[in-house]
């Protein structure tokens, strides 16, 4: 009896132990404040949640306690509906910091937290290195300052960063265990070699870009979850793909790969990287970005990768994907057979010959495509006996209103649709189908080209490869004025 006693003991003892060491306490006294709400908020990436609150006091103190840490990361104090400063957080049982209101940070007294006391002392020495070179940064703006002048400048400035760069490094070495150290690794990017043995100028350019290129990474550790709980980590992935990687997306996808290949230590940064990339190029403006963003999720939105997506998530993210695959940059484009205004002819885009096909799809009802489509007409008259361009104007009402608009914009295009009684009559689509006039995606052309919204405009070339999308008028003329230089060189 006796034992099994002595063992519930130790159980309390160790229980007791375990509690007290996960137990945290973070005391904020700031002197100005009284009797108000105060948000301790967290980074994912850069994004900011609200994580815990309390409450500051009549004397300017406001405590954070718990029984289990936060999951180490850059905090934030938020109150007033501002960000008055950021901290360090990492299983500290203890932090304690002073400061008042007139200077958050130059005030700040770290009286405990080994990580807040090298954090603040790096937020000092950086302010007051920006308050040295103020009056010459200004300078540099300054049109009137002579040129001389200003590389005298560039050189103090580059002095400067020199000297922030090794109060890091110092930490860095001095203190490897202190996760302010992975943050000063993480933030540091490659010292780029001179490449001095190299006379050429644009190839030391070369070298030195691929150098930066290839090493952009190498002082991120991927196996710590923590750097995803600061905003530095998404930094560093915008900047190398927004500046440094090559914008087409064959490069993007190359090095996306790479990458999440190394994001794969650890399951926070695998999931905040693939999330980015696969958000960030589903976003982009750019044209053909939404081959990086298929890649992503045909890829890695997987069920057994994608663990903190539902099954419903995944399979509409795949679908997604699967869907825009056939209709990217490059891609041949699907033939499509449609019937023309008369009702008696269907044409097939693929028996068009011409180097630039341009394939629309519009709507009679559509206010937008009614203002681009005469733009669209004005162009192409411009440019015939120029550039061999055909228009294959597709409509989802073959009906009057549809021959109306044409007959009034004189639109001289290829102009067809899919048969209205089609739409009434399924069996109508399948004894089409069997006589072998048109076939199943092209009567679900909306299916078959994603066109979502109208009007939807692709150029193909000769081949009816897709050479671009999603154009206007204005942008049309761009891309077939590059297309024209690109073949006058080749010839």
Not at 2 to 18: C, D, E, N
Not at 121 to 136: C, M, Y
Not at 290 to 301: K, S
Not at 352 to 380: A, M, N, Q, V
Request: proline share 3%.
């Amino acid at each position: 009896m006796k034992k099994i006693t002595l063992f519930i003991v130790a159980i309390v003892i160790s229980s007791a132990a375990f509690s007290q060491k996960d137990v945290f306490n973070i005391k904020l006294k700031i002197d100005g404040m009284q009797d108000s709400a105060c948000y301790l908020i967290n980074y994912f990436g850069k994004q900011r949640y609200f994580k815990d609150t309390a409450t500051f006091n009549k004397d300017g103190l406001a405590v954070f306690s718990g029984p289990k840490h936060h999951t180490g990361g850059i905090y934030g104090v938020y109150t007033g509906g501002k960000l008055l400063f950021e901290l360090v957080i990492n299983k500290e049982p203890e932090i304690e910091l002073s400061t008042d209101t007139n200077d958050y940070i130059n005030n700040m007294i770290v009286k405990k937290s080994a990580e807040n006391k090298v954090f603040f002392d790096h937020l000092k020495f950086i302010d007051a290195k920006q308050k040295e070179t103020l009056s010459i940064r200004n300078k540099l703006n300054d049109s009137d300052t002579p040129e001389k002048e200003k590389t005298e400048i560039r050189a103090k400035l580059t002095a400067t960063g020199k000297e922030i760069n090794n109060f890091r490094l110092k930490v860095i070495k001095d203190k490897p265990n202190l996760f302010v150290s992975v943050i000063f690794k993480t933030m540091r990017e490659p010292e780029t070699p001179e490449f001095k043995d190299i006379k050429s100028d644009s190839l030391r350019r070369i070298k030195q870009y691929y150098y930066v290129k290839n090493h952009y990474f190498d002082d991120v550790d991927f196996s710590d979850a923590r750097i995803n709980y600061t905003p530095l980590y998404h930094n560093k992935i915008e900047k190398y793909f927004k500046s440094i990687v090559i914008p087409s997306p064959d490069s993007i996808i190359k090095e996306a790969d790479i990458l999440i290949a190394k994001a794969k230590a650890n399951k926070e940064t695998f999931k905040y990287t693939v999330h980015y990339l696969l958000s960030h190029y589903e976003r982009s403006k750019i044209m053909g970005m939404d081959a990086v963003f298929a890649h992503i999720g045909l890829n890695y939105y997987t069920h057994d990768q994608a663990t903190w997506v539902d099954s419903a998530q995944i399979e509409k993210i795949q679908e997604r994907s699967r869907k825009i695959s056939p209709l990217l940059l490059g891609k041949s484009a699907i033939n499509l057979t449609l019937l023309d205004t008369s009702g008696k002819n269907w044409i097939s885009m693929n028996n068009i010959e011409t180097d630039y096909l341009l394939l629309i799809f519009w709507d009679p009802d559509c206010g937008h495509c009614k203002k681009e489509l005469p733009k669209i007409l004005s162009y192409t008259d411009s440019i015939k006996g120029l550039v061999d361009m055909k228009v294959y104007a597709v409509s989802s009402h073959h009906n009057e209103e549809w021959k109306k608009f044409i007959r009034e914009n004189k639109l001289d295009f290829i102009n067809v649709a899919v048969p209205m009684d089609v739409y009434k009559d399924q069996q109508k689509a399948t004894d089409l189908i069997i006589q072998g006039k048109t076939d199943l995606r092209s009567l679900n052309y909306h299916t078959t080209y994603d066109v979502y919204s109208t009007p939807q405009i692709y150029l193909l070339d000769r081949s009816k490869k897709i050479l671009a999308k999603k154009l206007d008028a204005a942008l049309l003329k761009e891309v077939i004025e590059k297309e024209e230089l690109k073949r006058a060189n080749t010839k």
